[in-house]
């Protein structure tokens, strides 16, 4: 993969994750391909899906395929913000405080169940998620680069869980669904893992280096977004905060954040410029999650994905003439 290459490396970098994931775990595209995109802008990822559909063993795989460092916590309802954060530990022989560092300080951290830990220890990671730093004693911290928090969560339903305040929520760039795979992969799935019942993330290789996830993210960078895209972004945000089935809508957060994915989206496609499709397909992923229903909705038992959905189909798609022609930009 050459550095020089701005159209094919995220594209490349993104199929050799994924198909080191799919040798162990199939039927996650969308997920790696979330995944991807949001480390390489900089966003994190909330995972929603039942117990035992792979969230936490597809955001471990997709670490190891990094070769990033990696950092688990499991969330309950005892996890303190110091078990995130970390803490400075008084060693009575020196009599001094050292510094004890959480696991937050990895490029990789996946916060598994993260609805089952109370407000105030969710709350913990809101300054590591926008800051890149954590405060422990008073000092501030510098978090590793790349880094991307990836939460899990079972549904809000579940017995034990608390549901994310709104802060929290607007953190996250993305929010995907982890749902049962297709009959023909949950086969393939019985037939591999009863073959190599012990088959795991120890078992694939480093997909791509540091250095070209870099040059990957220099690459999104460059995408070129036309006026017209970017007042179609403004158009679905502005729809989220008119219409009188949400209390509130999206955020200025919100907008940057699918300008972004719109733009990791061309490039994972081979594009340097995007075009309304890559705002279009990413915009019930990106803005769903942080809305809060109005009573009335609430009532009508509508879901935000719901009210989103018909923003998105409402809004006029604008016909771009981004000024480049796909066979040049396959000829670069």
């Known amino acids: 993969m050459s550095d020089t290459d701005p159209v094919e490396t995220p594209r490349t970098v993104y199929t050799d994750i994924r198909d080191a994931v799919e040798s162990v775990l199939i039927g996650n595209d969308p997920i790696i391909r979330g995944l991807t995109i949001s480390l390489l802008t900089g966003g994190h990822v909330l995972i929603e899906g039942v117990p035992g559909v792979g969230k936490t063993t597809g955001a471990r795989l997709f670490a190891r395929a990094t070769g990033l460092d990696y950092g688990r916590i499991q969330m309950t309802p005892d996890v303190l913000p110091a078990d995130i954060t970390g803490t400075e530990v008084y060693r009575e022989h020196t009599g001094e405080f ?155 957060r919100a907008a940057l954040d699918l300008l972004q994915a719109a733009k990791g989206n061309a490039a994972l496609e081979g594009r340097d410029y995007a075009i309304p499709d890559d705002v279009k397909s990413l915009a019930l992923m990106t803005l769903g999650h942080r809305l809060v229903l109005s009573t009335d909705a609430e009532l009508s038992e509508r879901s935000a994905r719901d009210i989103i959905q018909s923003v998105i189909d409402d809004t006029s798609v604008p016909s771009v003439d981004t000024g480049f022609e796909p066979s040049a930009v396959a000829d670069d």
């Open 98 to 252: 050292d510094l004890q560092r959480g696991p937050i300080f990895a490029n990789v951290v996946v916060a598994d169940e993260i609805n089952r830990a109370t407000p105030k220890t969710q709350s913990a990671l809101l300054e590591a998620m926008q800051e890149r730093t954590v405060t422990i004693g008073g000092d501030t911290l510098s978090l590793p680069d790349p880094f991307l928090v990836i939460a899990t969560q079972n549904p809000i339903e579940y017995e034990g869980t608390f549901s994310l305040p709104e802060a929290q929520r607007d953190r996250f760039q993305f929010k995907l669904i982890a749902g049962i795979p297709d009959r023909d992969d949950e086969t393939e799935l019985l037939d591999r893992f009863d073959e190599h019942p012990d088959l795991g993330a120890d078992d694939i290789d480093q997909a791509v280096t540091r250095e070209q996830l870099a040059s990957a993210s220099r690459a999104v960078e460059e995408v070129y977004v036309a006026p017209e895209i970017k007042e179609y972004i403004l158009d679905l945000v502005d729809g989220t905060r008119t219409t009188d089935q949400l209390a509130h809508g999206a955020s200025p």
